[in-house]
């Protein structure tokens, strides 16, 4: 049993940090969120020459950079690239993704049917389509990919609570398509993959509530004291510690679970979706509380984790939608056989 | 990362369920849980069992009677001994506060004279730390051991002592010098409960049963060496017994809130009061579920902050966690599972589902936020220890 990750794992990490750090302080991530195009996409060569767009890179890999990407509430097409249409994709557009040339994401809902290579149909709630090259688009027919670069017409933006991740619809019109060769039961460890890589950047964004809440409290004064010296205060903010620790424990876990393909890797992702997402909203919610009037401005930052935090708790299902599935593994086994 | 057994580990665990299901009775996994009271004889017998199988102090130096194994192995024991409901050893206080606070600072000779006894389940150790005064506030203690000759004469009053009123020995913090600062003047006395002056007062807890005790010491003479540390420096030695607690607990909390969850789902696939089976109900599925989930966030944090241990010597922040998410979890679960029940929640003894269980169960589990530190305490710990939020106080 042994619950770190490796060496190169931590570096990767500590590497991450420094870089969003210095390259996006969060008043450049406001300014980027409330621009028209919502991030920049020079960003894409630079996470290319970081090596964080390759493809050889693992679910541990993409935990460590999730977490951190919550945590500097990065805008690029990340998630979308890597964990979305990631197994999705073919060799050419994998190189193209790894040498910053190109970004994909996974347009999934809504009816759309192929004639031959061209696709027509909607898809709607697409994350990151106005800021993506490709789109990928499972069909009944097989997967295929769209080159939004040369059919621009087809995104429509919408606009979305998270500014740093907005949904768009896709609107194909008899529009050329590229055939992939990827199976449709490649959907599955895409949704293995998009719940972990979802838990971990929750676990990320619920850790900046809580150094925000630490911070303000550690210094905003009222009735002559600290406001953390007040228990009222101070255990809200323990209360965020724990959830970031109870969330944190169960993303590595799920992420280790999918990295091995393990038994459990499918009620891993539920529990760790579940909990670690809605930790992450019960965070900032907190963590606004806790800053009082401030806390509830535009002005401060904590609405954007906020509303980052809120995206993916609605990503691919509330809670109990999780809470479902585990609910069959746990009650509908056979008797005495409990997935303990 | 790595959760699989290492090939040790899957061979201690493939044995230990081995010689579990051969020393329970055979129908033992078709029995109802048992209600929780404590069975003195049946405990003590089973400790027995354990201890000459090698299945007691799996941690512990082998010197003393220990198996010498790191800490996941004895996860595994607690694992495998929830899953399969099996009794628990007699002496929870002696293997978890008293036994490593006596490996820290203890003698050879007081090694040698406390350790395998305990162990084995022949002598069973209760602690005396809290007082009627000083329940959190530990270095307020009030009850005194002056010197006179070669014994501590101790007289006061101890409160909240679990077991005491089995127990052999008691870890007993004294205030040896009423002039030194608060902390300074206490010291850390093992006691012989069977010494004149002792008395132990059952208190009932809310469930009718007596687990805590008042302990009463009157002129209670003490052999002067009957001490770990020197005077003085009780503080220190008792915080090794808390810290102790605190840093092994995860695994026992994992492996009591697993008996529960599992026991929970056992009772959600009996038909109900309606006729209708709980475990169809979705908002039960639901409950039941993020009880599921509440356990894996218990276990995984618990293996976190174990590795942080086994990497730096000290466990992880993660770790202080661990007691205030259980305490809160298992009440919600008790409380589920009563509801579970209808009117029928109401019966406590004979026709009461499980004889009871459930009722025991969740009335006992009102006591987890309090008992080992409230979780008021712990969340100031966690906020000003962890965190670093400036004191509350």
């Known amino acids: 049993m042994d619950f770190a990750f490796s060496e190169e794992q931590e570096a990767l990490r500590a590497s991450a940090r420094d870089y969003l750090a210095d390259r996006?302080?969060?008043?450049?991530?406001?300014?980027?969120?409330?621009?028209?195009?919502?991030?920049?996409?020079?960003?894409?060569?630079?996470?290319?020459?970081?090596?964080?767009?390759?493809?050889?890179?693992?679910?541990?890999?993409?935990?460590?950079?999730?977490?951190?990407?919550?945590?500097?509430?990065?805008?690029?097409?990340?998630?979308?690239?890597?964990?979305?249409?990631?197994?999705?994709?073919?060799?050419?557009?994998?190189?193209?993704?790894?040498?910053?040339?190109?970004?994909?994401?996974?347009?999934?809902?809504?009816?759309?049917?192929?004639?031959?290579?061209?696709?027509?149909?909607?898809?709607?709630?697409?994350?990151?389509?106005?800021?993506?090259?490709?789109?990928?688009?499972?069909?009944?027919?097989?997967?295929?990919?769209?080159?939004?670069?040369?059919?621009?017409?087809?995104?429509?933006?919408?606009?979305?609570?998270?500014?740093?991740?907005?949904?768009?619809?896709?609107?194909?019109?008899?529009?050329?398509?590229?055939r992939l060769d990827a199976s449709l039961d490649t959907l599955t460890h895409v949704r293995?993959?998009?719940?972990?890589?979802?838990?971990?950047?929750?676990?990320?964004?619920?850790?900046?509530?809580?150094d925000l809440a630490a911070d303000y409290t550690k210094t905003r004064q009222q009735f002559g004291r600290v406001?953390?010296?007040?228990?009222?205060?101070?255990?809200?903010?323990?209360?965020?510690?724990?959830?970031?620790?109870?969330?944190?424990?169960?993303?590595?876990?799920?992420?280790?679970?999918?990295?091995?393909?393990?038994?459990?890797?499918?009620?891993?992702?539920?529990?760790a979706k579940s909990a670690a997402t809605e930790g992450a909203v019960f965070s900032c919610e907190n963590a606004i509380q806790a800053h009082g009037g401030i806390g509830f401005t535009w002005e401060h930052v904590l609405h954007r984790f906020y509303k980052r935090a809120q995206w993916l708790e609605a990503f691919e299902g509330f809670g109990r939608v999780h809470r479902a599935r585990i609910a069959a593994a746990v009650l509908d086994g056979a008797d005495g056989e409990v997935a303990a | 990362m790595d959760f699989r057994d290492t090939p040790e580990e899957a061979s201690f665990r493939t044995e230990l369920r081995e010689w579990l299901r051969s020393n329970l009775p055979d129908d033992w996994t078709e029995r109802?849980?048992?209600?929780?009271?404590?069975?003195?004889?049946?405990?003590?017998?089973?400790?027995?069992?354990?201890?000459?199988?090698?299945?007691?102090?799996?941690?512990?130096?082998?010197?003393?009677?220990?198996?010498?194994?790191?800490?996941?192995?004895?996860?595994?024991?607690?694992?495998?001994?929830?899953?399969?409901?099996?009794?628990?050893?007699?002496?929870?206080?002696?293997?978890?506060?008293?036994?490593?606070?006596?490996?820290?600072?203890?003698?050879?000779?007081?090694?040698?004279?406390?350790?395998?006894?305990?162990?084995?389940?022949?002598?069973?150790?209760?602690?005396?730390?809290?007082?009627?005064?000083?329940?959190?506030?530990?270095?307020?203690?009030?009850?005194?051991?002056?010197?006179?000759?070669?014994?501590?004469?101790?007289?006061?009053?101890?409160?909240?002592?679990?077991?005491?009123h089995i127990a052999d020995w008691c870890i007993l913090v004294v205030r040896t010098d009423p002039e030194a600062s608060k902390h300074a003047g206490l010291s850390y006395l093992l006691v012989d409960m069977h010494s004149p002056g002792v008395e132990v007062r059952p208190l009932k807890q809310i469930t009718g049963d007596p687990e805590f005790n008042e302990i009463f010491f009157t002129d209670v003479r003490v052999p002067r060496d009957s001490m770990l540390g020197q005077p003085g420096e009780g503080w220190n030695v008792a915080m090794t017994t808390l810290l102790h607690e605190r840093g092994t607990l995860g695994f026992a909390l994992t492996a009591m809130l697993e008996r529960a969850v599992?026991?929970?789902?056992?009772?959600?696939?009996?038909?109900?009061?309606?006729?209708?089976?709980?475990?169809?109900?979705?908002?039960?599925?639901d409950r039941i579920a993020q009880q599921w989930i509440d356990l894996q966030a218990l276990r995984f944090t618990n293996y976190r902050s174990l590795t942080a241990l086994e990497k730096t010597g000290v466990p992880g922040p993660e770790g202080s966690v661990a007691k205030l998410h259980w305490s809160e979890t298992n009440q919600r679960l008790t409380t589920l599972a009563l509801s579970l029940e209808g009117l029928a929640a109401q019966l406590d003894g004979e026709g009461a589902i499980w004889d009871g269980y459930w009722q025991y169960q969740q009335l006992r589990s009102r006591g987890n936020t309090i008992e080992a530190g409230t979780s008021e305490i712990l969340r100031n710990?966690?906020?000003?220890?962890?965190?670093?939020?400036?004191?509350?106080?």
């Open chain 1, 24 to 178: 996006f302080p969060l008043d450049r991530v406001v300014q980027l969120a409330d621009s028209d195009a919502g991030w920049d996409p020079e960003t894409w060569r630079e996470l290319a020459d970081m090596g964080w767009l390759d493809p050889e890179l693992g679910a541990l890999e993409h935990a460590v950079l999730a977490e951190e990407t919550g945590f500097g509430l990065l805008p690029a097409p990340l998630f979308s690239t890597l964990a979305l249409a990631g197994p999705l994709l073919d060799d050419e557009l994998r190189s193209g993704v790894a040498a910053g040339e190109r970004s994909a994401t996974l347009a999934s809902a809504g009816d759309v049917t192929a004639s031959g290579d061209r696709l027509s149909g909607t898809r709607r709630l697409v994350p990151d389509l106005t800021s993506v090259t490709d789109v990928v688009v499972p069909t009944a027919d097989g997967v295929f990919a769209v080159d939004l670069t040369a059919h621009p017409d087809v995104v429509v933006a919408r606009s979305t609570m998270d500014r740093t991740r907005r949904l768009g619809e896709l609107r194909l019109d008899n529009t050329p398509a590229r």
């Open chain 2, 262 to 285: 599992l026991n929970l789902v056992r009772l959600a696939r009996l038909p109900g009061p309606d006729g209708a089976r709980p475990a169809d109900d979705p908002v039960v599925r």
């Open chain 1, 192 to 210: 293995r993959r998009s719940l972990a890589w979802a838990s971990c950047e929750a676990v990320g964004v619920a850790q900046r509530a809580l």
């Open chain 2, 32 to 164: 109802p849980p048992t209600v929780g009271r404590f069975d003195i004889d049946l405990s003590r017998a089973w400790s027995r069992k354990l201890y000459d199988a090698g299945y007691v102090g799996i941690t512990w130096p082998k010197e003393y009677g220990g198996g010498g194994l790191p800490h996941t192995f004895q996860g595994i024991y607690l694992e495998e001994t929830a899953r399969i409901g099996a009794p628990d050893h007699i002496g929870g206080i002696g293997l978890g506060m008293a036994g490593p606070t006596i490996v820290a600072w203890g003698s050879d000779e007081q090694k040698k004279r406390y350790l395998a006894k305990l162990l084995s389940g022949e002598e069973v150790w209760c602690q005396g730390f809290s007082e009627p005064g000083s329940g959190s506030d530990l270095a307020g203690a009030k009850t005194r051991a002056e010197l006179d000759g070669d014994e501590w004469v101790v007289n006061g009053q101890k409160v909240w002592s679990s077991w005491a």
């Open chain 1, 227 to 271: 406001i953390g010296t007040y228990q009222g205060v101070s255990h809200r903010v323990s209360n965020i510690f724990v959830s970031v620790q109870l969330g944190r424990s169960l993303a590595y876990w799920a992420s280790w679970a999918v990295s091995e393909a393990d038994a459990q890797q499918d009620i891993a992702v539920a529990a």
């Open chain 2, 381 to 393: 710990i966690i906020a000003e220890r962890v965190v670093g939020l400036p004191r509350s106080r």
